[in-house]
C-alpha cells in the first residue's frame, strides 16, 4: 500500500471537493464557547461559574463534532486535542 505526499496532504488538509479546509465557519458550540468566555470575564460569583460549565459543554460538544466528523484529518486531530484539554481542564 503505497501512499504519496500528495494524498497524505490531501487527506490532512483539504476537504472532499479538494478546497483547503483547516478552518471555517464557526458553527454554533463554538459560538456559544466565544460568547461564553467573553461574558467570562464580565461576570462573577455563581453566574460565572454558571458560564464556564457552559462554555466547557459547548467546546466539549464542538471537539467531539469535529473528531468524530471532521472534514479531514487536521481538523479531527484538532478535535482529539481540544477534547483532551476540556476533559483535563475540567478535572484541574
Do not use: C
Amino acid at each position: 500500500m503505497n501512499i504519496s505526499r500528495s494524498q497524505i496532504i490531501q487527506k490532512t488538509f483539504k476537504d472532499k471537493d479538494g478546497k483547503l479546509a483547516i478552518v471555517g465557519i464557526p458553527n454554533v458550540p463554538l459560538l456559544t464557547w466565544l460568547v461564553t468566555l467573553s461574558l467570562g470575564w464580565i461576570l462573577s460569583g455563581t453566574a460565572d461559574k454558571l458560564v464556564s460549565v457552559i462554555g466547557h459543554g459547548a467546546l466539549f460538544t464542538w471537539a467531539w463534532l469535529e473528531l468524530f466528523q471532521g472534514v479531514n484529518y487536521f481538523r479531527r486531530a484538532l478535535g482529539a486535542v481540544v477534547l483532551l484539554y476540556t476533559i483535563w481542564s475540567a478535572v484541574n
